[in-house]
């Protein structure tokens, strides 16, 4: 995220934090603070003390300021200030709406600092994550990102420091190193590089936040990469409102401080910057011990060795000459295990992730975020009765671990457990609060279980502290088909379907739930409008039978009869699915 104008305050006292000595020359010495994160769906995420409670950030270099979610400020009641005149924030995809805040106290490793501003606004990203950790703590010094050892720390060099060789743990490793781009505003603090990608020099953002390195378009386009290289892989959103298409390419080859790597694959997005040409996300992190250094003005890093952009198991060629010695884990060392687990999920190695995962249990077999991690990993490979008992440990461990009740209440309708998954639905609606995050999902598997009224409730909750939010449009669709499914409250059912479109016409689904809401309404013209255009998009099975519907009821039986087929080809199971889901009295309605 970057701001367009600037007019928030300094983070007070950052220099105040405790630091640990570590070696170096003895003209020049470093001291750190040393912030442990933890890997969670390809996110690094901290923990920090906000008014004594708690709160799981994302560690995000990309992003200029520290964020707490709307849900998160509703929750501790903090303040909500307008922003300075002319302050706009923009993300990866679109404007980030938002309002300032202060916070009392926040405990960070120890240290506490009084009266930090947070900015509050930008989408939930999922995962309990409650906040974004941004530069104006990451660059108040030196950092390091250690990722790969699950650690990143605050470097504090004193003494004649500014032709040292600050990477203290290279020893004898090749030394990746480029220059930090010169802002045009002193005080952006954004870490940007030259890299060259196809023979072209791009300017390239470090920015932790992001999942996977990613190409904009423009500049993929620059570098040689045409349409016919490109293979569409969706959409994708960051902090600000909308999404943008994304696709999947093989770039020939990467350079950046004198490393290279060819042939991998990268995505590639429609976003627009005038600051970057490319992110550089967490994959090359993973695969890196990365120093980025305001001092001297540079970054430096070395390779842990092992694939860099590794992708859906695909993975580039890097020049081993370039890689350094990786540390070994200590035998005991679950943490470490289990953040190269989830390294190694992010690169799409689930058998070594779980190799990872069933010694972080084996060693450390009371910590019940290992077993919800192993339980991800099996359900990945497909053994769902395995990933059921993690779920179970992991609960048994830690009762109040709602991202594995809420997983095992999902898991246990696959095996038919309505009454079980119920049990786990009221003990997580209990003890959480009107604004977690985690009601959207809850609401989510109670519409799965028909359940009208408990699913509406945990909507109207999630609802009102979410409105910024790009998970908004899908949870107005999922409500909207609810609706339309079980024949109530059909008029607040059409206002969530229109307000899904509205929000997301990119999006085929929401008109496709449209499009049967009408028919559910006997408005068999607005149907055939609303599933014509979510054929356009993507013809799949459940738009093609709506539209068959429609027609029937419009007198083409024709036109109708080829819909059907096109569907049932589509999906051999599709007349089934339609009666299950509640619809089988519009089959038989008769045409108009």
Known sequence: MRQKTRGIGKLPGLLTLAALALPASAACRLQSVEIPVRLVNARPIATVGINGVDLPLLVDSGAFYSFLSPSVAAQLKLPLYALPPGFTIQGHAGEVEARLTRVDKVRLQGAELPKVEFVVGGNELGSGIQGILGRNFLSG????????????RLMFPTGDCEKTQLLYWAGDAPIISERLLRPSDRRDTAARVIVTVNGTRLRALLDTG??????????????????????????????????????????????????????????????????HDMIIGLDYFLSHRIYVSRLQKQVSATWNGGAVFARDGQVGEADARHAAAPAELAADDAEGLAVRAAAAVLRGDHAGALRDLD?????????????MARSQVKLSLRQPREALKDLDEALRLQPDLGEARLSRARLRLVFADRAGAEVDLRELDGSQNPSSHLRAGMAGVYAQLDRA??????WELWIPTHVDDNALPG????????????????????????????????????????GWLY???????????ALEASIEMKPFAWSLYGRAVALQQLGKAELAQRDLEAARKLNPKIDAEVRRAGFEALLAAPPA
């Open 141 to 152: 010094a030196d950092t390091e990102y250690d990722l790969a050892r699950g650690m990143v």
């Open 210 to 275: 992001a999942p996977v390195t990613t190409l904009l378009r423009s500049a993929a386009r620059r570098a040689g990469i045409e349409e016919k290289d490109m293979t569409l892989a969706g959409r994708t959103g960051g902090a600000g409102v909308g999404k943008v298409r994304a696709w999947t390419a093989t770039v020939a080859s990467f350079e950046f401080g004198g490393e290279k790597i060819q042939n991998n694959q990268f995505v590639i997005d429609d976003a627009q910057s005038d600051d």
């Open 359 to 371: 010694r972080a249990c084996e060693i450390a077999p009371t910590v019940a975020r290992h077993f």
């Open 453 to 458: 009224p408990e699913a509406l409730r945990q």
């Open 475 to 514: 949870i107005l669709n999922q409500r909207c088909w609810l609706r339309a499914r079980l024949n109530i409250d059909l008029p607040e059912a059409l206002k969530d379907c229109k307000q899904a479109v509205s929000k997301d016409g990119g999006e085929p689904g929401y008109r496709n739930s449209l």
């Open 519 to 529: 028919l559910r309404m006997g408005e068999a013209s607005s149907a055939r409008k």
